[in-house]
């Protein structure tokens, strides 16, 4: 399929795109090249008042650039809002840290005194950023307000579902007096081989699922070029006995659902221990019944469609492939709408842990529920998955919770809260949720030279 904007509401196609030829491929190398040329030599103040401005265009157009996420990939309103939200606060982020981060500092080093050895951190050139639809602005801006601040440019390659997104994204850089900053290609999955053999191009960071990312990635390392991964996760959301129930319930309700349940960090795996296990279930079933699927503009909406008819597919697909394979799997609530790209929520327990089921993604309102022994019991259930890319714990004892987040192998642990998405928080995983971070002073020095300059008397020195 090539790019085009489908309303997952209404079905309708709206708008299509072509795909880059690899001219114009070359082209757009040519492009981001030549912006970075000029970008980098660009006092560090001027290009963090490039962010700053860019902020404030999103803060102004606010619902202008939220009713596009919805048209295209259909998240509610409020969602695409609160999206639009994060990325003014992550382009801040860097405009207020980006000079305490990016200032040269000295190393102390036998025989050189206390200022002859420096590391500079310096731009490297133009990045490829691979990007995924469900968060079609967030992504974009999680990796280029710090690239941009450090001073690289991006090669945007989008989803191929939010084309509209991806031009909103390099029309804000260029109104906000950065062009050619961000420029997009409308690429082929191929043109990877193209993009990253060029010598222009400095390195890859790619958000999307492990089949992606290790396409991709394999591509970057042939090239001899560095890469982030941020792929696919299932979050465990762990509840012990002296939780807070209905608060549980209630965040995890919200966990799994919000973005129709599209979220890479989304509560995917509840993991009650047993005191607690059925009356959860109960609760959680109750909680699920009472989400209203509809039309995504509509306030009242709280389940909103898939993106696409194909990613409702897939979800079916590996629902009845846990049925089949005998999962207990139990349709919630109300029949969703048949207009659009409604998946019914589900919930599924009897889950035998390291089956194919519990190491799958579901991508979309698909509750997984465990029932654990006691705590060491839902560590060893939340560590089984493959995926390593966040979780959570709840709990009335703080220290006990946070001992217990020490012990799951993931990037990110948070307590009493589903997920904690903020721009003062970086964000990645570790095993097959990918590698690297992105965010704060880690993800702004991912793709950073930082280069050595040393000076000694050499004479003097031996
Ligand atoms: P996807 O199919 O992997 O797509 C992500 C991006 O990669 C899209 O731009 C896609 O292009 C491109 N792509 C896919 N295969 C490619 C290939 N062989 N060569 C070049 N480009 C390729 O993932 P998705 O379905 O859009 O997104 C959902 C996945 O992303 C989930 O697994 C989710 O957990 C993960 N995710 C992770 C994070 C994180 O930060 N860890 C955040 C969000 C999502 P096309 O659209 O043209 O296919």
Same mark, same amino acid.
């Given at each position: 399929?090539?790019?085009?904007?489908?309303?997952?509401?209404?079905?309708?196609?709206?708008?299509?795109?072509?795909?880059?030829?690899?001219?114009?491929?070359?082209?757009?190398?040519?492009?981001?090249?030549?912006?970075?040329?000029?970008?980098?030599?660009?006092?560090?103040?001027?290009?963090?008042?490039?962010?700053?401005?860019?902020?404030?265009?999103?803060?102004?157009?606010?619902?202008?650039?939220?009713?596009?996420?919805?048209?295209?990939?259909?998240?509610?309103?409020?969602?695409?809002?609160?999206?639009?939200?994060?990325?003014?606060?992550?382009?801040?982020?860097?405009?207020?840290?980006?000079?305490?981060?990016?200032?040269?500092?000295?190393?102390?080093?036998?025989?050189?005194?206390?200022?002859?050895?420096?590391?500079?951190?310096?731009?490297?050139?133009?990045?490829?950023?691979?990007?995924?639809?469900?968060?079609?602005?967030?992504?974009?801006?999680?990796?280029?307000?710090?690239?941009?601040?450090?001073?690289?440019?991006?090669?945007?390659?989008?989803?191929?579902?939010?084309?509209?997104?991806?031009?909103?994204?390099?029309?804000?850089?260029?109104?906000?007096?950065?062009?050619?900053?961000?420029?997009?290609?409308?690429?082929?999955?191929?043109?990877?081989?193209?993009?990253?053999?060029?010598?222009?191009?400095?390195?890859?960071?790619?958000?999307?699922?492990?089949?992606?990312?290790?396409?991709?990635?394999?591509?970057?390392?042939?090239?001899?070029?560095?890469?982030?991964?941020?792929?696919?996760?299932?979050?465990?959301?762990?509840?012990?006995?002296?939780?807070?129930?209905?608060?549980?319930?209630?965040?995890?309700?919200?966990?799994?659902?919000?973005?129709?349940?599209?979220?890479?960090?989304?509560?995917?795996?509840?993991?009650?221990?047993?005191?607690?296990?059925?009356?959860?279930?109960?609760?959680?079933?109750?909680?699920?019944?009472?989400?209203?699927?509809?039309?995504?503009?509509?306030?009242?909406? &709280?389940?909103? #469609?898939?993106? !696409?008819?194909? @990613?409702?597919? /897939?979800?079916? *697909?590996? +629902?009845?492939?846990?049925?089949? $394979?005998?999962?207990?799997?139990?349709?919630?609530?109300?029949?969703?709408?048949?207009?659009?790209?409604?998946?019914?929520?589900?919930?599924? &327990?009897?889950? #035998?842990?390291? !089956?194919?089921? @519990?190491?799958? /993604?579901?991508? *979309?309102? +698909?509750?997984?529920?465990?029932? $654990?022994?006691?705590?060491?019991?839902?560590?060893?259930?939340?560590?089984?998955?493959?995926?390593?890319?966040?979780?959570?714990?709840?709990?009335?004892?703080?220290?006990?919770?946070?001992?217990? @987040?020490?012990?799951?192998?993931? *990037?990110? +642990?948070?307590?009493?809260?589903?997920?904690?998405?903020?721009?003062?928080?970086?964000?990645?995983?570790?095993?097959?949720?990918?590698?690297?971070?992105?965010?704060?002073?880690?993800?702004?020095?991912?793709?950073?030279?930082?280069?050595?300059?040393?000076?000694?008397?050499?004479?003097?020195?031996?």
């Amino acid at each position: 399929m090539g790019y085009q904007t489908t309303n997952p509401y209404t079905n309708e196609v709206l708008a299509t795109f072509d795909t880059a030829t690899p001219a114009q491929i070359d082209a757009a190398i040519a492009a981001a090249d030549a912006a970075f040329r000029s970008w980098r030599d660009t006092p560090l103040p001027e290009r963090l008042a490039v962010l700053d401005r860019a902020a404030d265009i999103l803060q102004a157009g606010r619902r202008d650039y939220a009713e596009v996420l919805t048209l295209e990939m259909g998240k509610l309103i409020a969602e695409a809002e609160a999206e639009v939200d994060l990325c003014v606060d992550m382009l801040r982020y860097y405009v207020r840290n980006a000079p305490g981060l990016l200032t040269p500092r000295f190393l102390r080093a036998a025989g050189y005194g206390d200022t002859d050895v420096q590391l500079v951190p310096e731009p490297q050139g133009v990045l490829f950023a691979v990007e995924p639809w469900n968060f079609p602005y967030y992504q974009v801006i999680r990796i280029g307000a710090p690239q941009l601040a450090v001073g690289n440019t991006l090669v945007l390659k989008h989803a191929s579902m939010v084309p509209q997104s991806a031009l909103r994204m390099v029309s804000l850089l260029a109104e906000a007096g950065g062009e050619g900053l961000i420029t997009n290609v409308f690429a082929s999955h191929d043109a990877a081989e193209q993009i990253l053999a060029d010598d222009r191009v400095r390195g890859l960071a790619l958000t999307g699922s492990e089949a992606a990312g290790a396409s991709v990635a394999a591509i970057a390392a042939k090239n001899l070029k560095k890469s982030t991964l941020e792929l696919g996760g299932a979050d465990a959301f762990i509840v012990l006995e002296d939780a807070e129930l209905d608060k549980a319930v209630n965040w995890a309700v919200f966990g799994r659902h919000w973005n129709a349940g599209q979220v890479c960090c989304s509560s995917k795996r509840m993991i009650i221990v047993d005191p607690l296990y059925d009356e959860f279930v109960d609760k959680y079933r109750a909680g699920v019944a009472r989400l209203v699927a509809g039309d995504p503009m509509d306030p009242a909406t &709280t389940l909103a #469609p898939l993106s !696409s008819r194909s @990613a409702v597919d /897939e979800l079916a *697909g590996k +629902v009845r492939a846990a049925r089949e $394979a005998g999962v207990t799997v139990e349709e919630v609530g109300e029949p969703v709408p048949e207009q659009g790209c409604f998946f019914q929520p589900t919930i599924m &327990t009897d889950i #035998p842990v390291g !089956s194919p089921t @519990a190491n799958a /993604e579901f991508f *979309g309102p +698909v509750s997984s529920l465990y029932r $654990a022994a006691d705590e060491d019991d839902a560590v060893r259930i939340a560590n089984s998955s493959p995926f390593g890319l966040g979780g959570s714990v709840f709990s009335a004892d703080i220290h006990r919770a946070q001992r217990l @987040a020490r012990r799951l192998d993931t *990037g990110m +642990v948070f307590i009493n809260q589903p997920t904690g998405v903020a721009a003062e928080i970086p964000f990645g995983g570790v095993k097959r949720s990918g590698y690297g971070r992105e965010l704060v002073d880690l993800g702004l020095k991912e793709f950073v030279n930082e280069k050595v300059i040393a000076v000694t008397d050499i004479d003097g020195a031996f």
